[in-house]
């Protein structure tokens, strides 16, 4: 007996340009939330319906989150000072900088969606597709391109996203034809809109086609859509700064002499997963083939619409590619692709990944000009007492007006900045508090957080706002065991899905209950290895405890130079002890 569709592909066959009642609740003030189906189809316009957990005794509080697409993160300085304008006068005053390269706007009430959307539309970007069962913001790498192979890829990067954007006609009709800006915000848009006048929307999708009845129909997702999410990626090695490996479909550049010939296609990443459901796991893409530039949107459509027609219908958790990869094989899969494509891929290329993450401080680009990057921590752009970080930002982005370049590991990167100017923007960073920008150290430059509670309806533990004081803790530990200040990658959710990606970091917190969380260790700092579950349902205060005798025993144990992620990986500490570690 066959199982049944979920309700969400019900949803979607119903109304497959997405517009539910979207536009009808944006019309109603005694609504202050978007009810049924709507907080379904909102996904894929870019939104959340959320509500403050914090406040929940007195009653719930609603809100949405808003997310932005930035194709590898990059951000004109005109476009920025939109989105600090906006975060102050429709969210909770802060940017949150995600670990897909993009900003998540937090706490914005029904009455500003509209306002919100249309304005990061007039600045050249969108929300469409951020969210829902759709391919995602594409990542690349942050670093400014220093010769014509970043160039390069930043080009294919923005070429599929374009191809893979969903044709709905419904978010154009909304938020921006449907939307007429109140007055007090329209100025600062218009300014940035006026900066960039001869340009087009590069997040504007082709129209949509029509069937037989004259309906819009997408040609790639169709009325459906996909079964679940969908998130590409870009790398150069050596540098894996954007997880290549965790993504459903990836594109790995490979270079020979000097040029970029072309890419390795890999498929078949995913990190989140659920407690108790066995279906469920995370997984690390499989290399399929080599690919030339020529077949990047080719392929990608391809290995998407193989998502479409063979991901799992029926079961949202079990819905993403990296199930239809682990059950049917890599070779029935690179058949598919072969069938689909008219021939089968050349092999991969060699290629080799010897770290991730950023690097802070300054940098010579090519043509002579400078970047800088930038530690934020747990990726929140805010003021907060003496460290007034959203302020300098604003400021130098009105004075100097570089490109701002978001990182896969929620950092900040300021572009194509004068030498003349280096000096004046240390200054203002400086004189606002935020020394710690440039050196923040070896822990917590590499760790990563999700935002968790109080807004996110999943969460099951805390995240973001617990890891700075846990890192610290962490850092007492390292020096304790006569190893300070080494690198470390440490990651923490709040629950299962994993979007700050620990499930292959060297040290891992997946949250369980409250106060209570899963301890993952093993991965290691190129990003190729998954961690293993260490010890379920830790609490909070034993992490640290557990992990310092650890690295005691790593201390003495390890080989020169050996990452505590490569020596807990094959230490004799498996399986888990039953109790704590003194």
């Not at 914090?54 to 009653?59: A, E, I, N, P």
């Not at 909304?174 to 800006?181: C, T, Y």
């Not at 490996?245 to 010939?261: C, P, Q």
């Not at 440039?438 to 973001?464: D, Q, V, W, Y």
Request: net charge neutral; proline share 6%.
């Amino acid at each position: 007996m066959e199982k049944p569709l979920t309700k969400n592909e019900f949803m979607k066959a119903e109304k497959p340009d997405l517009s539910g009642n979207i536009q009808a609740t944006l019309a109603d003030p005694s609504l202050d939330r978007f009810s049924g189906d709507d907080e379904q189809f909102i996904k894929f316009h870019g939104i959340y319906q959320q509500d403050d957990r914090d406040k929940r005794k007195t009653g719930k509080e609603y809100s949405v989150m808003v997310r932005t697409r930035q194709t590898g993160g990059i951000v004109p300085a005109s476009q920025y000072i939109v989105y600090d304008e906006l975060s102050s006068l429709f969210a909770n005053g802060t940017l949150r900088i995600t670990s897909r390269q993009t900003f998540q706007f937090h706490g914005v009430l029904q009455k500003g969606i509209g306002n919100l959307i249309k304005s990061i539309n007039e600045a050249l970007s969108s929300t469409l597709a951020t969210c829902g069962d759709v391919n995602r913001n594409v990542t690349a790498p942050s670093n400014p391109p220093v010769d014509s192979i970043g160039v390069a890829v930043d080009e294919d990067a923005f070429a599929i996203t374009r191809a893979l954007l969903p044709r709905t006609t419904a978010y154009h009709s909304i938020w921006v034809e449907g939307v007429s800006l109140d007055l007090g915000i329209g100025e600062t848009v218009t300014k940035a809109r006026a900066s960039v006048v001869d340009q087009a929307n590069p997040y504007m999708p082709p129209p949509a086609d029509s069937d037989d009845s004259g309906a819009p129909v997408d040609p790639l997702y169709g009325k459906t859509y996909l079964p679940r999410k969908f998130k590409t990626g870009f790398a150069i090695p050596p540098n894996n700064d954007t997880d290549i490996f965790t993504n459903d479909m990836g594109y790995v550049a490979i270079v020979e002499n000097g040029k970029l010939i072309g890419y390795n296609l890999l498929v078949g990443g995913g990190l989140g997963t659920s407690h108790g459901n066995k279906l469920t796991f995370p997984r690390l893409a499989d290399v399929i083939g080599f690919i030339t530039r020529e077949q990047v949107v080719e392929v990608g459509t391809a290995v998407v619409a193989i998502h479409r027609d063979w991901g799992d219908r029926t079961d949202r958790k079990h819905a993403r590619i990296k199930y239809v990869l682990e059950e049917k094989g890599v070779e029935w899969f690179r058949n598919e692709l072969a069938q689909r494509l008219g021939a089968p891929l050349p092999a991969a290329k060699p290629f080799i990944f010897k770290g991730q993450g950023d690097a802070f401080g300054w940098f010579k680009q090519l043509d002579g000009q400078w970047f800088l990057g930038l530690f934020v921590e747990t990726g929140r752009v805010k003021d907060a007492g003496d460290y007034k970080l959203k302020t300098a930002l604003r400021a130098i982005a009105e004075k100097f007006g570089p490109v701002f370049r978001l990182t896969a590991t929620q950092n900040l990167i300021l572009s194509d900045i004068k030498e003349e100017n280096k000096a004046a923007i240390e200054k203002i960073l400086n004189d606002h508090g935020c020394s710690i920008v440039f050196n923040p150290g070896l822990i917590k430059g590499r760790g990563m957080a999700c935002p968790a509670l109080p807004t996110c309806g999943l969460a099951l533990a805390e995240s973001e706002r617990i890891f700075p004081a846990l890192l610290a803790k962490i850092e007492d530990a390292q020096a304790a065991a006569g190893i300070p200040n080494e690198e470390l990658v440490v990651r923490m959710t709040g629950c299962p899905n994993g979007c700050a990606r620990p499930y292959n970091a060297e040290i891992g917190l997946v949250g369980k209950a409250p106060g209570k969380y899963n301890l993952m260790l093993g991965g290691n700092r190129e990003g190729t290895r998954l961690a293993r579950t260490w010890r379920e349902s830790v609490l909070l205060d034993e992490i640290p405890v557990a992990i310092g005798g650890l690295f005691k025993q790593y201390a003495q144990e390890r080989k020169n130079g050996q990452a505590f992620g490569d020596w807990v990986n094959d230490a004799a500490i498996w399986p888990a002890p039953t109790t704590p570690a003194a």
